[in-house]
Antibody, heavy 116, light 110 residues
């Protein structure tokens, strides 16, 4: 079974750094792009960017370029999304998904709460 | 890059049909046959329902169908059931490895 399992919920203060993870299993992790999607409270889905774990080729949505960093460690089939300095407006659910021209399957989501 | 436009809400009685539109531009919906649709129940991750405009993944009931005309894609849910009540999002490839999501539609089964 193809599966993506994300790291657990995080509560952080503004200005802190954070790295969340997404571990793939049941398929060749290096052969598919992994995408990240943000969903702010009560809002819709926003595509953030993608990474190809095979060679770490990374693309960002213009809206998120410079705001986050996407990376991957193919040796442990894990992709990452990280922030160097969180803001309250980063409070959201973050999903990873195996991505072609389609997002499938999805991870269960990681809730990030940023509050002083 | 901007969100694709969907109606905020749609509704129908059990057994009826509901159609949701997803309007983009010639740079996304109209330019590629890479429109997909996702169902999201409260507190859950989205689930793929339709891909490449009109294809259904294994396990998705044939009550769900997709189509496209010009810059507008549509999702139709026929024979509405209580479990179809959810938020639905469209997505489209937008070229240069960019992707757009729709604004989302809340489907209510009356």
């Amino acid at each position: 079974e193809v599966q993506l399992v994300q790291s657990g919920a995080e509560v952080k203060k503004p200005g802190e750094s954070l790295k969340i993870s997404c571990k793939g299993s049941g398929y060749s992790f290096t052969s598919y792009w992994i995408g990240w999607v943000r969903q702010m409270p009560g809002k819709g889905l926003e595509w953030m960017g993608i990474i190809y774990p095979g060679d770490s080729d990374t693309r960002y949505s213009p809206s998120f370029q410079g705001q986050v960093t996407i990376s991957a460690d193919k040796s442990i089939s894990t992709a990452y999304l990280q922030w160097s300095s969180l803001k309250a407006s980063d409070t959201a659910m973050y999903y990873c998904a195996r991505q072609t021209a389609t997002f499938d399957p999805w991870g269960q989501g990681t809730l990030v709460t940023v509050s002083s | 890059q901007s969100a694709l436009t969907q109606p905020p809400s749609a509704s129908g009685s059990p057994g009826q049909s509901v159609t949701i539109s997803c309007t983009g531009t010639s740079s996304d919906v109209g330019g590629y046959n890479y429109v997909s649709w996702y169902q999201q129940h409260p507190g859950k991750a989205p689930k793929l329902m339709i891909y490449e405009v009109s294809k259904r993944p294994s396990g998705v009931p044939d009550r769900f169908s997709g189509s496209k005309s010009g810059n507008t894609a549509s999702l139709t849910v026929s024979g509405l059931q209580a479990e179809d009540e959810a938020d639905y999002y469209c997505s489209s490839y937008a070229g240069s490895n960019n992707f757009d999501f729709g604004t989302g539609t809340k489907v209510t089964v009356l």
